[in-house]
């Protein structure tokens, strides 16, 4: 399987930056797609990024649409993504994921990122 730990969140105020980063293990890495997701209380997990395994191709939520960019580092076996120009309700638990093909994804354990104002 696939083993998935995030890192780089915590605390920042309305309008810095964070950079969230992602190590795979146990799995050849390249071939997975990899997204990001995040999670508020009480609320469903929401798809944030995501970037082909070629690293040809992105996808972003609307609401992170020109603040923050996913990457990813094949010989490093780590996916990144920036987030600059936070806002509070950007304030979630942050998960990622490995997707080889629909039905077989592999999370993290998150990492808690809080923006305050």
């Known amino acids: 399987q696939v083993q998935l730990v995030e890192s780089g969140g915590g605390l920042v105020q309305a309008g810095g930056s964070l950079r969230l980063s992602c190590a795979a293990s146990?799995?050849?890495?390249?071939?997975?797609?990899m997204g990001w997701f995040r999670q508020a209380p009480g609320k469903e997990r929401d798809l944030v990024a995501r970037?082909?395994?070629?690293?040809?191709?992105?996808y972003y939520s609307d609401f992170v649409k020109g603040r923050f960019i996913i990457s990813r580092d094949k010989a490093e076996n780590t996916a990144y993504m920036q987030m600059n120009s936070l806002k509070p309700e950007d304030t979630a638990i942050y998960y990622c994921?490995?997707?080889?093909?629909?039905?077989?994804?592999?999370w993290g354990q998150g990492t808690q990122v809080t923006v305050s104002s």
């Open positions: 970037i082909a395994w070629s690293a040809g191709s992105t």
């Open positions: 994921q490995a997707r080889l093909r629909p039905g077989a994804d592999y």
């Open positions: 146990g799995r050849t890495f390249s071939m997975f797609d």
